[in-house]
């Protein structure tokens, strides 16, 4: 009989919910990584026109602006002056004198926009690499050893971070435009790194702040910027480490510089909507999809570091989120304002990582794993019967909703959907086997599976998406009345159609109507179901004559009308 009885033992509830071992430490390897890296930037950057909206309407301007047709400081569409940020069309169109015509215009204009994607993809990744790094972050140590080493369980958070982001659906499409929100993208994640590496490093964090708060002002999101930088002022005025705290200065001196340059472009304005019921619950869906599959781990985190939310690894990042939450909000649902919350949205993702329990990563494993394997066959099925005609009925479909698309077949596209199909399928297998210690293996299959369906929309289906929602197909059937170089009337129509017009077209084209000029056409664009599209005036028929009515291909509704001047 011992002398001692054995107390039996009890659970201690510690502040610091994260307990890792030297196995789970261990980081995701490079290869794989930059190979899904590379599938999530690369894909779309070949092959494709503009898309219509904001999209076509940035690239419009870049290009008049690389050919001449446009001031570079007063750019404009259809002889209209547009209220856009000059920095990312600057930036574009730089890169179009540049490389054309050696290279495509869409091309050039677009590389960029994905270097930029791909350096907010590397400053989350540093952002939390350098949080984790703080005491406050670490995991508890073992009893007996066996914990894990700082560096490397701060190399495995920054992959989980990095993974989480990729997940993310809301940047899907709108972080492979060519639209100034993408340089307001990487300023985001430049605030972020510069406030989180304050403490580990001397010079580039100060240069980082410097840079990010005024691109932010320079690219289109003034207001976001000066909250932005008064809130990592306070984080960095509040916090508990001395470097963090000599920070502050630099985040307030970058924040005045911001201010001025506000002030020199005359950009102190506030873009704030009203919101009603409606958009609320309107809003409430979007935040839903958008930063799925992020927001729920980002809420755990909250909870599960609720006694830390005044550390920087849950402040930092909260603060970013929070500005553009809150922009969102106040700019009725824009979910381009929401996107720059997202970088802040996968480091707070990131560190809920080694706080989940295997009921929950396995949920996410098997969820990701069914959902994106019947998108990629999905898609496999529609491309067989694009090309083959069977199954009868989606090819049915795809010519009901796309009448005219004839189907483009190459190899080179097949073969890189196939590498990404069986990659997926190894992928699978790996995570269904016994690989439960490492941190990010629980976004492994999200990050994946979006990488998978993105690399397949864009290799397979890019003909029939690229026939969809380009303009060319629509400006070929107006290019077969209207003669090349002539002059355009388009009163009331959106900048969209005139930056269509000018580009595919190369006509000159003007967005005001004069009875008096020598623009022998005039071009109208109205809708059969719906308010008119534009608000131009019914032509005079003493004037005017119609001499065509066409349609885009997908647009049933959209009805565009073409006069000639009468002699």
Known sequence: MPLFPAVPPQRVSSPNPALVSQHGARRLPRVPLWLLCAAYVLPGLFGRDPWRNADLIAFGQMVAMAEGRTSWWAPALGGQATDAALLPHWLGAAFIALLSPTLDAAFAARLPFAILLGLTLVAVWYTTFHLARTEAA????????????????????????LLALIATLGLLQLGHETTPEML????????????????????????????????????????????????????????RLEPARRFAPWVAGATLLAAALMWALGSWRWRALGLGPADLTSIARQWLWFMWPAWPLALWTLWRWRRHLSHRHISVPLVALAVALGANLAMGGSDRALMLGLPGLAVLAAFALPTLKRSASAAIDWFSMFFFTVCALFVWVMYIAMHTGVPAKPAANIA????????????????????????????????????????????????????????????????????????????????????????????????????????????????????????????????????????????????????????????????????????
């Not at 608000?535 to 997908?554: F, G, I, M, Q």
Request: a positive charge; hydrophobic letters at 50%.
């Open 138 to 161: 670490q995991p508890l140590p073992f009893a007996f050893g066996g914990e894990a080493d700082p560096v490397d369980y701060a190399r495995a958070m920054a992959d989980g971070a």
């Open 184 to 239: 307001q993208l990487f300023a985001m994640g430049l605030l972020l790194y510069a406030l989180a590496a304050a403490p580990h490093r001397l010079v580039q964090p100060r240069l980082a702040v410097l840079l990010a708060l005024p691109l932010l002002v320079a690219s289109g999101a003034p207001t976001m910027g000066l909250l932005a930088g008064l809130g990592g002022f306070v984080v960095c005025q509040a916090s």
């Open 400 to 567: 009901k909703l796309a009448p005219g698309f004839e189907p483009q077949f190459s190899w080179l596209a097949l073969a890189f959907a196939l590498a990404g199909s069986a990659a997926w399928v190894a992928l699978v297998r790996w995570r269904s086997g016994r690989q439960r210690q490492a941190l990010w293996k629980s976004m492994v299959l999200p990050a994946g599976g979006v990488a998978l369906c993105w690399l397949l929309l864009m290799t397979l289906w890019l003909p029939l998406i690229d026939f969809a929602r380009s303009p060319r197909p629509l400006v070929d059937r107006i290019a077969q009345v209207v003669p090349a170089q002539a002059c355009i009337q388009a009163p009331g129509v959106s900048t969209v159609v005139a930056a269509a017009l000018e580009h595919f077209g190369g006509w000159r084209v003007s967005l005001k109507y004069e009875a008096g000029t020598d623009c022998p056409w005039l071009l109208r664009v109205t809708r059969q179901r719906a308010v008119a599209v534009a608000s131009s005036p019914e032509p005079d028929n003493v004037l005017w004559e119609l001499v065509a009515e066409e349609r885009r291909p997908t647009e049933r509704d959209e009805l565009t009308q073409l006069y000639r001047r009468r002699p």
